[in-house]
């Protein structure tokens, strides 16, 4: 294993897909390069454009799972928490991708100071529609039914419904698809904590913020549809950064 510095990444919203072959191979670099030299590398959901369960075995997914495996074999631990695009990603495909499976909101220790952890749709309140239907989704009924159908018909009806949902995104009201402040507050003020981190929105900012009667921070994570995006974290410094796509 490598010496690892004190150093730790986040990532989420990747939106891996086989078609989109430059975030692959940004994403592939990443791990190979960057990811490397960190202690840890958390992944805060829709590291897959959609996920129709854990049984799809294709060379694509394999593909990701392998160098996520390597990665954690060289002593960098890798965190995920399931997005709304990738939420059927189960304990199966975490373990072989060398990755530790979160629940939907953490608390973690980063260096010292106490950080809330989470994909971010649930921060999204005013999206009455999404919710219902994640309330709905993350039943073990509805999870089940799912499961049972043939890949075929998974697959079928994860296109339609990343269809509608496009369809749907374009009609809503910018305010609807952004985070409800108020549940930011309420969320931190709950683990009784200053920093927040999520994706989802992909409108990376760095937000000062209150929470607790003091000052407060709501980092959120960009996207890779134009380029690799993440959050760099050290003992002293918190970085958004970005890496083009090669050619």
């Not at 994403?27 to 049984?55: H, S, V």
Request: some cysteine.
């Amino acid at each position: 294993m490598t010496s690892k510095q004190p150093l730790t990444y986040f990532i989420a919203d990747l939106h891996l897909v086989e078609s989109r072959t430059d975030i692959t191979d940004c994403f592939l670099a990443f791990l190979q390069t960057e990811a490397t030299k960190a202690q840890t590398l958390y992944i805060l959901g829709d590291l897959f454009e959609y996920w129709i369960g854990d049984d799809n075995d294709t060379a694509f997914n394999r593909k990701i799972a392998t160098a996520l495996k390597t990665l954690s074999d060289t002593g960098t631990a890798i965190y995920f928490i399931q997005g709304n695009r990738d939420f059927a990603i189960g304990k199966d495909y975490c373990k072989q991708a060398g990755m530790t499976l979160l629940d939907d909101v953490e608390l973690i220790d980063l260096y010292g100071q106490q950080a809330v952890i989470l994909h971010g749709d649930t921060l999204c309140t005013r999206d009455v529609e999404y919710q219902k239907f994640r309330k709905k989704s993350r039943t073990w009924w509805w999870q089940g039914i799912m499961r049972a159908l043939p890949l075929f018909v998974r697959r079928n009806m994860a296109e339609n419904y990343r269809k509608k949902s496009a369809a749907a995104t374009a009609m809503k009201a910018q305010e609807i698809m952004d985070v409800t402040p108020s549940e930011v507050i309420e969320t931190l003020e709950a683990y009784h904590c200053q920093l927040m981190i999520h994706g989802h929105t992909h409108r990376p900012y760095r937000h000062k913020i209150e929470a607790n009667g003091q000052p407060a921070e709501r980092i959120v994570l960009g996207d890779w549809y134009d380029q690799g995006a993440w959050l760099k974290v050290t003992p002293d410094s918190m970085e958004l950064l970005n890496q083009p796509f090669k050619g």
